[in-house]
Nanobody, 120 residues
Framework: QLAESGGGLVQAGESLRLSCAYSGFTFDGGVIGWFRQAPGKEREGVSAMTGSDGRTYYADSAKGRFTISRDTAKNTVSLQMNNLKPEDTGIYYC???????????????WGQGTQVTVSS
């Protein structure tokens, strides 16, 4: 299971920290990614981390502003989002796969999502 938390309404330039709590599987053998879906748009990859070695991947839109991290003791993967922009608005999902990086089609397991709204 995957469960996101931490979404909310913020103004442009502010920050949010999303958390993804996972259970029922071992992260070490896979990858956990963060995705978002804005109204009327396709789901897109934002960031991902491999469980075996902690390698991280970011979409161009996230580089320099977002940071993905893990807390092994708490079984969570977090996404720190700084300098948020209105175009970051959407439902943010975490997902798990054996491989997949930023391609949502390769992720079979998904959380329910958390809403992020950035006002201008």
């Amino acid at each position: 299971q995957l469960a996101e938390s931490g979404g909310g309404l913020v103004q442009a330039g502010e920050s949010l920290r999303l958390s993804c709590a996972y259970s029922g599987f071992t992260f070490d053998g896979g990858v956990i990614g963060w995705f978002r879906q804005a109204p009327g748009k396709e789901r897109e990859g934002v960031s991902a981390m491999t469980g075996s070695d902690g390698r991280t991947y970011y979409a161009d839109s996230a580089k320099g502003r977002f940071t993905i991290s893990r807390d092994t003791a708490k079984n969570t993967v977090s996404l720190q989002m700084n300098n948020l922009k209105p175009e970051d608005t959407g439902i943010y999902y975490c997902a798990m796969a054996t491989y997949g990086f930023l391609d949502p089609d390769l992720y079979p397991y998904w959380g329910q999502g958390t809403q992020v709204t950035v006002s201008s």
